[in-house]
Nanobody, 117 residues
Framework: QVQLVESGGGLVQAGKSLTLSCAAS????????MGWYRQVAEKERELVAT???????FYGDSVKGRFTISRDFANNLVFLHMHNLEPEDTAVYYC???????????WGLGTQVTVTS
C-alpha cells in the first residue's frame, strides 16, 4: 500500500504559475508511473501528466507547453509545475501512482486549484 499526499493547491489568477507537490509514503518501484490527474465535478477524471521510472513523460493535450512534471526520485516526490494558468484549469488535482505490471493504482485525496479570470 502506498499513501500519496498532495500539497500546493490554491487560488491563483489566470496567467500565473503554481506548483503542486506529491509525497509518496514509500519508494516507488522502477516500473511505477507517477503522475497527475484532474477532475471537475460531474466530469471524468482527466490525465494531466505522467512520468515513468526512466523519466519518460506524457502530457494531456490541454496542458502541453504549459505544464511540466518532474520527480525527485531520492525523496519519493513528484511535482507538477503549472504555468500560464487558465480558468479552464480549475479542478481538483490528484496524484497517482500506477504500479505496473499489476495495473494497481494508488491515489491521493486531491488538492483544489482554482484559477480566476
Amino acid at each position: 500500500q502506498v499513501q500519496l499526499v498532495e500539497s500546493g493547491g490554491g487560488l491563483v489568477q489566470a496567467g500565473k504559475s503554481l506548483t503542486l507537490s506529491c509525497a509518496a509514503s514509500s519508494r516507488p518501484f522502477n516500473l511505477d508511473v507517477m503522475g497527475w490527474y484532474r477532475q471537475v465535478a460531474e466530469k471524468e477524471r482527466e490525465l494531466v501528466a505522467t512520468m515513468d521510472g526512466d523519466e519518460g513523460t506524457f502530457y494531456g493535450d490541454s496542458v502541453k507547453g504549459r505544464f511540466t512534471i518532474s520527480r525527485d526520485f531520492a525523496n519519493n516526490l513528484v511535482f507538477l509545475h503549472m504555468h500560464n494558468l487558465e480558468p479552464e484549469d480549475t479542478a481538483v488535482y490528484y496524484c497517482n501512482l500506477h504500479r505496473r505490471p499489476w495495473g494497481v493504482d494508488f491515489w491521493g485525496l486531491g488538492t483544489q486549484v482554482t484559477v480566476t479570470s
